[in-house]
């Protein structure tokens, strides 16, 4: 245990390194701080992973000694963690991959706000209740079927383009301000959150 929370953070840029290379140095910090995130919250919550590391380093150890009651510390942390250096590459290629995700979304979050900075509001106040049904109300006027028409497709089929359906509809509109009323189909958090992110404090939940 001493071994990897002393060199635990080293050895991580090292794995990052051999299984990133083609990310930029800035990429891979943030890639090293995906996978400390991680790592903290292992520890934390004594799971698995945590544990699973700390044998893989005691079986590393208990090899060597079985050899020699002498120990190069630095010798064992180069040439003898050969399988916990595998897992925190594995670690690595996870972080990096949530990485490339969440910076995705940034981009998208970014476009969809540049799209509705273009529009101009259609109307100021708007309210959708979010149900089996889908309806929006634009200064108290009911618009859905205003846009319905040109998502019909979407509204009619699965959860997920409803939402898709929504957010359209919204980036249209360009609201001055959206608040969104739950009746008897709760939205998924992810979409709830992405409303929260392009439209900032003119978004509102009850």
Not at 76 to 89: D, G, H, T, V, W
Not at 176 to 182: G, M, R
Request: proline fraction near 2%.
């Amino acid at each position: 245990k001493a071994i990897t929370s002393q060199y635990e953070k080293e050895l991580l840029v090292k794995a990052i390194n051999r299984r990133c290379p083609d990310f930029s140095k800035t990429e891979k910090i943030e890639i090293w701080k995906i996978a400390m995130t991680h790592i903290y919250n292992d520890c934390c919550s004594l799971n698995s992973d945590y544990f699973d590391r700390i044998n893989l380093v005691k079986e590393s150890l208990c090899d060597v000694l079985k050899d020699s009651d002498l120990l190069s510390l630095q010798g064992f942390i180069n040439f003898r963690l050969s399988k916990y250096m595998e897992a925190l590459e594995e670690l690595a290629e996870f972080s990096a991959e949530e990485y490339k995700v969440d910076s995705e979304y940034r981009e998208f979050v970014m476009l969809l706000k540049y799209f509705v900075s273009l529009q101009t509001p259609k109307y100021i106040d708007v309210h959708i209740f979010y149900g089996t049904d889908v309806l929006i109300f634009g200064d108290g006027i009911n618009v859905t079927e205003e846009y319905v028409n040109e998502y019909k497709s979407e509204i009619d089929a699965s959860a997920e383009n409803k939402d898709d359906f929504i957010l359209n509809s919204l980036i249209l509109i360009a609201p001055e301000k959206i608040k969104l009323i739950v009746t008897d189909a709760v939205p998924e958090k992810e979409f709830v959150d992405t409303l929260k992110n392009v439209f900032e404090n003119k978004f509102s939940i009850n």
